[in-house]
C-alpha cells in the first residue's frame, strides 16, 4: 500500500465511524459488543486511546478493575485507555474522537517519505511506520464493524479499506490451514466468503507448507463457506468457532475433521 493511501485510508475509516456514531442515543452508546467485555462506547474509546498515544500523549494514570476479557499484557494495556473513559457520556468520547483523528491527520500529511519508513516496536516486534499505520487501518475497521453489529447498521464492507481489510485477514488463512489446524500435504482448502464481501481464494499444502494458489483445485479437501461478516468474526475471535460451526455461520464440505479444525482455528486478532 502507498504512502499516500495509508492516509486516505484512515481518514475513510476514521470518518466513516465519525458519522456513525454521530446520530447515537444513551442506550446505543451502552449496547453490548461481542468484542468481549466492551460497549460500543468501550469500542470508539480504544480508537481514541491508540490514537492519541500516536500523538505522543501520556497514556492516563489509572489502574482499572480486573476484569475477566483481559487476557494478556496488550488487552491490560488497551483496558486502561476504555475503563479511563467508562464514566464519560458517548458524546464526550465521540468529541475526543474528532479532535484527535483531526491532529492525527495533520499528522500525517506532515509526513515524509523518511517518516513512513522508520523503525518502530509494537507489540508484534519490530517493523515499519508504514506497517504500523496499516494496523491501525486494520484496527480501526474492525472495531468499526463490532460496533455495526451492536447498533445492526451493517456497513463499510467495499471501498479500500474493506479490500485492504479483507486481504489481511485472507493473507493469515495460509498459516491457519498449515501450521495451526495441520492440514497434511497434498490437501487443499477452498474458502467461499459471500456478500457483503464475495471473495473465494484457495489454499494448497505443498511440501508441507500452505500457500494460496491461483488455481481452485477441482476436488478440493475441504470447502469452507461463510459469509465475510462472520469471516471477520471468526478471525477476530468475535464468536465461538463451535457456535458457528452448529448454527451453520461456517459450512463444511469434504472431510469434515479438517474442515472443523480449520474454523476453530482462525481466531488470531488478539
Sequence with gaps: ?????????????????????????????????????????????????????????????????EANHVK???????????????????????????????????????MTKADFNVE??????????????????????VHEQDIRRAVDVPGAFDGPVAEYAMERMTDVMPFVVGRRAGAPDGSS????????????FA???VDGRASRVSDEPAHPTV????????????????VDPDVAINAGLAETSGFFGLGEAIVRQMSYIP
Excluded: Y
Design 1 to 65: 500500500m502507498q504512502n499516500d493511501q495509508i492516509a486516505k485510508n484512515l481518514d475513510i475509516v476514521w470518518s466513516s465511524m465519525s458519522e456513525l456514531c454521530a446520530g447515537f442515543s444513551d442506550e446505543q452508546w451502552e449496547l453490548p459488543t461481542d468484542c468481549p467485555g466492551w460497549s460500543v462506547k468501550d469500542q470508539l474509546s480504544h480508537i481514541v486511546g491508540s490514537e492519541s498515544t500516536a500523538l505522543g500523549n501520556l497514556v492516563p494514570e489509572h489502574t482499572p478493575p
Design 72 to 110: 494478556n499484557p496488550a488487552g491490560g494495556s488497551n483496558e486502561i485507555q476504555v475503563d479511563w473513559r467508562r464514566s464519560w457520556s458517548g458524546s464526550e468520547v465521540l468529541a475526543e474522537f474528532n479532535e484527535v483523528t483531526a491532529k492525527r491527520r495533520e499528522a500525517l500529511a506532515a
Design 120 to 141: 518502530t516496536e509494537t507489540p508484534r516486534g519490530t517493523t515499519t511506520m508504514a506497517d504500523r499505520l496499516g494496523i491501525r487501518i486494520f484496527d480501526a475497521w
Design 189 to 200: 482448502v477452498v474458502f467461499r466468503i459471500s456478500a457483503p464481501f464475495a471473495l473465494d
Design 203 to 205: 489454499i494448497a499444502v
Design 223 to 238: 470447502t469452507l463457506s461463510m459469509s465475510s461478516v462472520n469471516f471477520l468474526r471468526l478471525c477476530a475471535g468475535r
